[in-house]
């Protein structure tokens, strides 16, 4: 994207964030990762009048290759986390997120807005106040239940005990002290307690596996017992090729606990498509976690949420067409949101 056009929608979402005179922004970044971002950045935060710097940390010392959550580089860097407390606004394009130092600098009141995707996606997917207010109503809906089951028709049959966790909205862009979101965004979650997630899930053609990156081409049946998945295995009469690559990614940890349950929600953006992996392969898939009428689970850590597992195996599973209830109530109806207010203004 031209620069200039960056700058254009970087300048929109700061204002959306509620950039002024007065606040610093800080604009981190890892190695040669994202430069464009942060000058687009620095632009935007001086139109408005912020004091504003860029923070750049040296590139991974060594990289697995997988994609392994919780590791900030900051954390041999009491002195930059201090600096980062100190800010109004953090803009992340590293990827904070699971890491002890995103939580730290939260709890100073500092606001983080992580941006990574490509500038086509971020611009297409542009937050707005009205989509904001629909991922608030899901929020509290969301926070209020007990249980929530999810079901669909290729078997799946999943209930999460929940009221331990609290719930989380991200809808793209963040103006109070202390949020976190992410760029794009408009889904909301929480997590099933730590002993309470029970049942079945069946992964089918065209569900996601993020960071694979992949749609599902194989069925694979999850069991899960008491928070943990127990049992992988391919769909019946499936080659159980997706099954595999999960199972195996997942032993790459050696982590038992990278088999924990983690967040659990749904997506509320009409303008994120379901297909958009095909568009952007070079994205970590916010469109997919947005789209409308996703159901997503989380494979591994629960520590954003304040849980105890710290994994670094963490998997983001959007699914197509399920059906989820809150206390018995239908919430998502075969991937589409049976509650008016969270519905697109004009398909009401
Ligand atoms: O924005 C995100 C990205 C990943 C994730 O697991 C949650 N939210």
């Not at 900030?72 to 992340?92: F, I, N, Q, R, T």
């Not at 929530?148 to 331990?164: A, E, F, K, N």
């Not at 992410?182 to 929480?190: L, M």
Request: hydrophobic letters at 40%; charged letters at 20%; proline letters at 6%.
């Amino acid at each position: 994207m031209d620069q200039n056009l960056f700058n254009d929608i970087c300048l929109q979402q700061l204002r959306l964030s509620a950039v002024h005179e007065g606040e610093t922004v800080v604009v981190l970044t890892r190695g040669n990762d994202r430069a464009e971002y942060a000058d687009a950045f620095l632009w935007a935060a001086q139109q408005l009048g912020a004091a504003t710097y860029h923070m750049r940390l040296p590139s991974p010392a060594s990289a697995s290759g997988a994609w392994a959550v919780g590791d900030s580089g900051l954390d041999k860097l009491p002195l930059a986390v201090e600096a980062l407390k100190a800010a109004d606004l953090v803009v992340d394009c590293t990827f904070l997120l699971f890491s002890e130092e995103q939580f730290a600098i939260q709890a100073a009141g500092t606001r983080i807005l992580t941006a990574i995707e490509p500038p086509e996606l971020l611009a297409r997917l542009m937050p707005t106040k009205e989509l904001r207010e629909r991922v608030e109503i899901g929020a509290e809906l969301l926070a209020k239940a007990k249980t929530m089951r999810i079901t669909s028709p290729h078997g799946t049959d999943v209930t999460y005990q929940l009221g331990v966790y609290p719930t989380l909205s991200e809808y793209g862009y963040t103006d109070q002290p202390g949020r976190w979101d992410h760029w794009p965004a408009a889904f909301v979650f929480t997590g099933g307690s730590d002993d309470g997630v029970d049942g079945k899930i069946v992964l089918a053609p065209g569900d996601v596996l993020l960071p694979f990156n992949t749609y599902v081409q194989t069925p694979v049946e999850l069991t899960i017992e008491q928070g943990f998945i127990r049992d992988i295995r391919g769909g019946a009469g499936s080659s159980g090729l997706d099954a595999d690559l999960l199972r195996s990614y997942i032993e790459s940890f050696h982590d038992p606990r990278g088999y924990g349950m983690s967040h659990v929600g749904w997506g509320l953006d009409e303008r994120a498509h379901w297909h958009g992996l095909t568009q952007f392969p070079g994205g970590m898939g916010m469109e997919l976690r947005s789209f409308y009428g996703n159901v997503m689970f989380s494979i591994g850590p629960n520590n954003e949420l304040g849980g105890p597992n710290d994994t670094a195996c963490h998997f983001d599973i959007p699914m197509r067409g399920n059906s989820l209830y809150l206390d018995d109530e239908l919430i998502v109806d075969a991937g589409a949101l049976t509650v008016p207010e969270m519905r697109p203004a004009g398909s009401r």
